[in-house]
């Protein structure tokens, strides 16, 4: 359904009690956004990331911009702050440079100019906190929400959700991780539990569909060294297990206990069925994620914002608004800060982390 221009509106959050969440659940702005997400997971199921695929005009220049944020990263080093496992300051002043260039950025992306400042918002959102200097599957889920702003506004579809998940979401994930080793972001929330390895939830979806149906390569496969360092460059998810690997000193088994739980599944379809269940279940259905969630004209859902925000929104050093969600006795979202894993190895004496191969 097309959007008249004067309709467009920078997205806010709306989803501050737990009736707000329920609502939303029962809501279209629910029921649009899990089904783009399962579309996009149902489009990989036995391709790697090697499979060539269609590239629209879009996409093409979706992942123009997402060289250009990389870019960002090369260009700002971090600040000497070795002696600190927690998220290096600089990344404030890349997120400064993101958020700036926002709007220029996406004229290029064929959106109605009424439609950028909207769209755009999620993006800027995608890359962290900017106070916190954290990272988790809310982030993530705001890039999702990005890309379907675009099927929303008519400019992708169907055909172009190969190259969505294979190309545009994998370039962001490499930003992500090139992010995670430089500035050393921390887990966002007090214990680091949303992500499946500190920070991603997705890569582990979309990497399980990619290897459904594999002939050789079977979940307990990820506990084979060699396996993982040949086929991460073509499976998301050996590469979030060779990323565990790289920042963390014990094994899966005490490392990352619900994935080693999860390499026993027999098959790679059964994984992929479960990880759509946990994503609604850990993700969409926990408020301290949940809260931070936005709604404009595109992805449309009416909570508490209207009455809540204006009166309780805090407004930090750096202009970013934190709402709380109303019911918590003390937030999640901001409750005891986690360390980054990879600045508390560095810190330890151990070195830098063996490096993915695209970082």
Not at 137 to 149: K, P, R, S
Not at 308 to 320: F, G, K, R, S, T
Request: charged share 25%.
């Amino acid at each position: 359904m097309s959007i008249l221009p004067t309709e467009f509106r920078i997205p806010r959050k709306e989803i501050l009690t737990r009736d707000d969440l329920a609502k939303f659940h029962e809501s279209e702005a629910y029921e649009e956004f899990l089904n783009f997400i399962v579309r996009l997971n149902n489009s990989v199921k036995g391709l790697p990331l090697s499979t060539e695929c269609h590239v629209s005009q879009v996409v093409q220049h979706m992942l123009e911009v997402l060289n250009t944020v990389n870019s960002y990263c090369d260009e700002i080093p971090p600040l000497h702050n070795k002696q600190s496992r927690y998220g290096n300051p600089a990344f404030r002043d890349f997120y400064d440079r993101i958020a700036k260039n926002a709007d220029e950025i996406h004229e290029n992306l064929l959106l109605p100019q009424a439609a950028i400042q909207e769209v755009s918002r999620y993006f800027i959102e995608s890359w962290g906190n900017k106070k916190r200097i954290d990272y988790g599957t809310g982030h993530e889920a705001n890039f999702a929400v990005w890309l379907l702003c675009f099927e929303k506004l008519g400019l992708i579809g169907p055909d172009d959700h190969v190259a969505l998940v294979l190309k545009v979401f994998q370039k962001y994930i490499e930003i992500m991780r090139n992010l995670q080793f430089k500035y050393w972001l921390e887990p966002a929330g007090s214990h680091g539990v949303w992500g499946l390895d500190d920070y991603h939830f997705l890569p582990f979806m979309f990497g399980s569909a990619q290897l459904t149906g594999h002939k050789y390569i079977r979940p307990k496969s990820i506990h084979d060294t060699d396996i993982v360092d040949e086929y991460s460059k073509d499976f998301m998810y050996l590469a979030c297990i060779k990323f565990i690997n790289s920042v963390k000193t014990e094994s899966l088994r005490w490392s990352s206990p619900m994935i080693d739980d999860i390499s026993g599944v027999k098959t790679w379809a059964k994984i992929n069925e479960g990880m759509v269940k946990m994503y609604k279940g850990e993700v969409l259905s926990k408020l301290p994620i949940m809260q931070h969630f936005m709604f404009g004209s595109l992805i449309r859902f009416e909570g508490s914002g209207a009455t809540l925000v204006a009166a309780d929104d805090e407004e930090d050093e750096y202009n970013h608004i934190h709402v709380h969600a109303f019911g918590q006795e003390f937030p999640e979202c901001c409750g005891i800060r986690v360390p980054s894993a990879i600045g508390a190895k560095i810190v330890a004496g151990q070195g830098v982390p063996r490096r993915l191969p695209f970082d």
